[in-house]
């Protein structure tokens, strides 16, 4: 993917941008304390520091990953070391500056393109050498290559796709005279099902909603692919935001919000136990009935296995717009990076490989069934083991269906890109509140970013 990036004051700029990060966070670094890694069992090894966010149940699975390669080979010890979310970042960084890094790092949040364009990463792609990176390229999913690359070079290898879906209750359905066996072929049609699906108590308020069409307030980023070719270029490498079509996707997502009444649904998700419904366990509000069809991730399938087994639903791609681009979405994952600086690079990048399915696809199959994860290519899709956890799952199966789409993007891949997201949320609550028109909505958008890269120019930031 080509950009057009001045390479004059790069490296002033990305010096500068990390010490202003490291500036900010080490004053508050001294306010917590992080646990210790995991005893050693192999001292006579090589050690590979690796660092995590998983906790819980979660931290478990890691440890199983962690121990079944240490097991496999005889030449590195993998040492893991659960960093609580909301310091990861920080101790990150921290590490980085500090010239004592972790030789490897599972992320899920959007960093990649920040730290790449600041020389934070190792280009994972020079570790493959040119015959694998080639048969790589075409091996993974396009969604696996797209969430792990910036300029050019892939920074993050994907161990756990994202990809989101619609789930349905089958008796909400049967009960409006909706077949799912004649899934609506557009999102127009999806829309009408909402409305008869919709539920209102003796005051007018809303008691069921039909259709919930947005994802943890990625409304914009998740519609905007299914109405044109979203909200960047792949081919151009560039940032397409103000577009006719993502006017269009934006004025869906507002009608739908007006054919509710904007304050009528705060309401009625102000009363949900978790919010707007969002919930990791039994008070998820798909499973409390509080909605008939949501658009959600592949890891509900578990959840709903473990809190609501006698549950009767099914899963379904969101349908496109009427002329739209089908199975289109907003995706992201889980991927491991390897920073600049690690002492074990060699070490890191076998880790990488074994837990991705790099090599051995039908070997690492099973670490994804642990997990519950979406794969990084068909080969490990096609596996033994996990065509059986399929047949388990069968709801699973969709967003399997959905991987090898083209029409599914991450955030856009630019180093700005918090700053982006944040921009892009900032539009959509004011198209769906009614203080600006979506058209209103994009252009500031598009005059606030402008004002950001001016700024930052002036900082000496190769933005």
């Known amino acids: 993917m080509a950009t057009d990036r001045q390479t004059t004051g790069t490296g002033r700029g990305r010096v500068a941008a990390l010490g202003v990060v490291v500036l900010a966070i080490t004053i508050t670094v001294v306010a917590f304390a992080l646990p210790g890694p995991r005893q050693r069992v192999y001292p006579h090894r090589e050690p590979v520091r690796f660092w995590h966010m998983w906790t819980g149940q979660w931290k478990d699975v890691v440890d199983r990953i962690v121990d079944r390669f240490n097991q496999s080979q005889d030449r590195y010890e993998v040492i893991p070391l659960s960093v609580p979310g909301r310091h990861a970042n920080a101790k ?99 829309s009408q099902w909402g409305e008869t699906l919709n539920r209102y108590g003796d005051s007018g308020e809303l008691t069921r909603m039909g259709f919930r069409p947005d994802f943890q307030n990625q409304r914009l980023s998740m519609y905007a692919p299914a109405f044109g070719p979203g909200l960047f270029d792949w081919t151009q490498g560039r940032l397409t935001l103000n577009t006719p079509s993502n006017l269009r996707a934006l004025e869906y997502l507002v009608d739908r919000v007006n054919k509710l009444g904007y304050y009528n649904v705060l309401r009625f998700q102000a009363g949900l136990a978790a919010g707007t419904g969002a919930g990791i366990g039994a008070d998820w509000a798909f499973m409390t009935g509080a909605y008939s069809i949501v658009v959600d991730g592949q890891w509900r399938v578990e959840q709903i296995a473990k809190y609501a087994p006698e549950l009767q639903y099914g899963t379904a791609p969101l349908p496109p717009p009427a002329g739209g681009r089908p ?70 199966q969709t967003f399997v269906d959905i991987m090898p789409s083209e029409n599914i993007h991450p955030l856009p891949p630019v180093p700005y890109q918090v700053f982006l997201a944040d921009r892009i949320k900032r539009a959509e609550d004011r198209a769906l509140r009614g203080t600006m028109t979506p058209a209103e909505a994009l252009a500031e958008l598009e005059r606030e970013l402008a004002r950001e890269l001016a700024r930052q120019r002036e900082l000496g930031n190769d933005w």
């Open 92 to 190: 990150f960084l921290l590490a980085v500056a500090g010239g004592d890094p972790p030789d490897v790092m599972v992320q899920w949040r959007p960093v990649i393109p920040a730290w790449a364009h600041a020389g934070l990463l190792t280009p994972l792609d020079e570790l493959m050498g040119a015959q694998r990176w080639e048969a790589f390229q075409r091996e993974a999913y396009p969604i696996a290559l797209k969430i792990g690359s910036y300029d050019g070079h892939l920074y993050g290898l994907g161990t756990g796709i994202n990809i989101i879906a619609c789930y349905y209750r089958t008796a909400q359905l049967a009960e409006a005279g909706l077949d799912p066996a004649d899934w609506p072929e557009t999102l127009e049609q999806l």
């Open 327 to 396: 199975l289109a979405g907003f995706s992201y994952g889980n991927f491991m990076i390897i920073p600049v600086g690690a002492r074990h690079v060699d070490g890191a990048f076998e880790f990488a490989k074994f837990w991705s399915g790099l090599e051995e696809p039908e070997r690492a199959a099973e670490f994804y069934t642990w997990g519950g994860w979406l794969p990084l290519s068909p080969a490990i899709a096609n596996a033994p083991i996990y065509r059986k956890y399929l047949a388990d799952h069968p709801q699973f």
